[in-house]
């Protein structure tokens, strides 16, 4: 089944503690992307890649690391979570630049 | 800055009217235009997605119009189920040479009355 996965799905963790968020697709999309939804704010892009080893910011990438080893998996990287990071967080892909994305189940995040 | 609005932000609807969501955004230079779907608790998934090229797009119920001169797009959906309740959201790409960075608006959160 071509989907897009994120692990963990729930994460409690506290400030300081450095974690991974997990992502992974199946489809062999070139782009991937990384998002935080919050209320009332909707959705914000936080980073981006076009492919392996090419990432770029989105609207809110501070605070958030990314890296792009092979082309399944996107990792989202926080070195040390504040709990203004605590958020629900969405992975997507697409083939092509600008094409339809499909997005993952969510992880959302607490940082106490 | 690009920026996207959807109004109503809740718009509750007796089973079987047909019904229309909308989308507007600042800048009219985009690459294209996307509806989701979103359901409590759940990801995103991908209604339509209309180039900047095209007027409309439609799958089944749903029929989705892009006017990028005005910056509005509209999300038609007919004879509306109660199943159709979910968070509708758009979203557009930058130019070309952005073309990955998406922009949401808040969604606009359907509920159909049976």
């Known amino acids: 089944e071509a989907q897009v996965t994120q692990n963990p799905r729930y994460l409690i963790t506290v400030t300081g503690k450095k974690l991974t968020v997990t992502c992974s697709q199946n489809?062999?999309?070139?782009?991937m992307s990384w998002y935080r939804q919050d209320p009332g704010l909707g959705l914000r892009q936080i980073y981006y890649?076009?492919?392996?080893?090419?990432?770029d910011k989105g609207d809110v990438p501070e605070g958030y690391k990314v890296s792009r080893k092979e082309k399944r998996n996107f990792p989202l990287i926080l070195e040390s979570p504040s709990p203004n990071q605590t958020s629900l967080y969405f992975c997507?892909?697409?083939?092509?630049?600008?094409?339809?994305?499909?997005f993952g189940p969510g992880t959302r995040l607490t940082v106490l | 800055k690009q920026e996207v609005t959807q109004i109503p932000a809740a718009l509750s609807v007796p089973e079987g009217e047909n019904l229309v969501l909308n989308c507007s955004f600042t800048d009219s230079a985009i690459y294209n235009l996307q509806w989701f779907r979103q359901d409590p608790g759940k990801g995103l998934t991908s209604l339509l997605l209309i180039q900047s090229s095209q007027r409309e797009q439609t799958s089944g119920r749903l029929n989705a119009s892009l006017d990028k001169s005005s910056g509005r797009s509209t999300l038609y959906i007919a004879a509306s189920q109660p199943g159709d309740s979910a968070t509708y959201l758009c979203?557009?790409?930058?130019?070309?040479?952005?073309?990955?960075?998406?922009?949401f608006g808040q969604g606009t959160r359907l509920t159909i009355n049976p």
């Open positions: 979203a557009v790409s930058g130019h070309i040479q952005g073309a990955q960075k998406l922009v």
């Open positions: 997507a892909s697409s083939l092509r630049q600008g094409g339809e994305q499909f």
């Open positions: 890649s076009m492919n392996v080893e090419v990432t």
């Open positions: 489809m062999n999309h070139e782009y």
